[in-house]
């Protein structure tokens, strides 16, 4: 009889847990989830905890920066303030200064001295050429001479030109106080926009980098010396200024120097200028034909030797060629004999005589052009010296002019050069 099961025992396949696993993995869950809520309820204090701290250090540090943004706004509106004042003064003394020195240019042009006689001497005087301008004693008198007729112009001149700079270094100075008010007003806008800004106000965005050090920054020491620099720079420029505004009264009040006469010193001057200008005339009208002299004996050498040459070439030829010619004896008669030994001779001697001649010849030459060029530059300066004494001659005549009124008139122009050069007694010998 067949057994037959109405029911499959087979299990799945898979591995069994004992019971005392299994009451150990609830276990372990029980414990995960106190874990997880003990962590959970700790991460919630630390948190509260964090919002708050992180809350009032927010609070209070918003609160010192919106201080340190107050006291801030209020030292750039105290150094406003004094630099504003310091601006204010270096305009009026400026606007004082322009008005002494306008004051100081009238006198200037209320002047009525006329020096046309010593501008016209000098434009006598810058006729020359070089190597004649050089500073002679004649130019020095004139100097002093001008010198002395110009004291007060040149005083006030002076004054006037010492206000301009000075003119100039107060408008320098206000243009770094404007600077730097300039810049305290848009500071001072930009603080107090910071200032009353808050988080709930509009146009606040998250910035790409708001702690990036900019180049130009500079340390609050710097700002500061900055600002007392140029505080202190306009009180310099207004102590300069009204001391210089004293000392332009002090010279506008002062009476003109008397003139001092130079008459006599400039026109010895004048003269020895004359005297020595035609010294020199002389001097080199006599280099320049003894010069020409020596010339014209150097071309005649220079045509005796090139003849010279011309006939060492010639004999130089003729040996040569008598050398050139007894190459072609026949056989034994090919012998060096007396002949040609001597014709050797003769050609060695005539070549050594012909490079000696040629030298002597370039050396002349080069003597030649040297001396054309000497000639050439006495020439330049004889002319130059033509030039100065002419020169020399008028600016005496137009100085006599001004010392005396008048110009003393000679009978002929020849009379007056002979009286003016001292040299009555040549003309007498001639």
């Known amino acids: 009889m067949s057994t037959q099961l109405s029911l499959s025992s087979q299990l799945k396949p898979l591995q069994h847990l004992s019971k005392a696993d299994w009451q150990a993995g609830v276990w372990a869950l029980r ?13 919630r204090n630390d948190a509260r905890t964090l919002r708050n701290e992180t809350r009032v250090r927010t609070k209070w540090d918003a609160y010192h920066n919106d201080c340190r943004l ?33 004051i ?48 007060h112009k040149a005083m006030l001149t002076e004054r006037c030109h010492a206000a301009f700079e000075q003119h100039n270094r107060l408008e320098e100075a206000a243009c770094s106080l404007r600077q730097a008010t300039r810049d305290q007003d848009d500071t001072l806008e930009i603080d107090h926009d910071n200032l009353a800004r808050d988080r709930s106000c509009a146009g606040i965005t998250f910035k790409p980098d708001p702690t ?32 210089l505004r004293e000392a332009m009264q002090v010279a506008r009040a002062r009476a003109r120097n008397d003139l001092t006469a130079h008459k006599d010193a400039t026109e010895f001057a004048m003269r020895k200028c004359v005297y020595e200008t035609q010294r020199a005339k002389n001097e080199l009208e006599w280099q320049k034909m003894n010069l020409k002299e020596a010339m014209a004996r150097l071309h005649k050498e220079i045509a005796d030797l090139t003849n010279a040459l011309r006939d060492k070439t010639e004999c130089l030829m003729l040996a040569e060629t008598r050398l050139e010619n007894r190459k072609y004896r026949p056989g034994l008669e090919q012998a060096r004999d007396e002949p040609m030994v001597g014709l050797c001779d003769e050609v060695l001697q005539l070549r050594r005589t012909m490079q000696e001649l040629q030298d002597r010849l370039d050396h002349a030459k080069a003597t030649y052009n040297g001396m054309e060029d000497l000639l050439v530059a006495t020439d330049k300066d004889l002319s130059g010296k033509i030039l100065a004494l002419t020169a020399a001659i008028h600016c005496l005549d137009t100085h006599k002019r001004f010392a005396m009124g008048d110009a003393v008139p000679f009978r002929t122009e020849t009379s007056r050069n002979v009286a003016l050069t001292k040299v009555e007694n040549e003309v007498a010998r001639h």
């Open 31 to 43: 414990q995960c989830g106190q874990t997880a809520r003990h962590d959970g309820f700790r991460f």
């Open 70 to 102: 107050a006291d801030r706004v209020t030292e750039v509106g105290r150094w406003q303030e004094i630099l504003g004042r310091c601006l204010r003064q270096v305009e009026a003394e400026q606007r004082d200064l322009a008005a002494e020195k306008e």
């Open 104 to 151: 100081c240019e009238q006198e200037l042009e209320s002047i009525a001295t006329c020096f046309l006689v010593e501008a016209e001497c000098q434009a006598i005087i810058d006729r020359r050429v070089v190597p004649d301008l050089v500073d002679a004693e004649r130019e020095q008198e004139l100097k002093d001479e001008i010198a002395a007729l110009e004291a």
């Open 212 to 243: 990036e050090i900019v180049n130009n920054i500079v340390p609050y020491e710097s700002w500061l010396d900055h600002c007392r620099c140029t505080k202190l720079r306009g009180d310099n420029e207004l102590a300069s200024s009204a001391k």
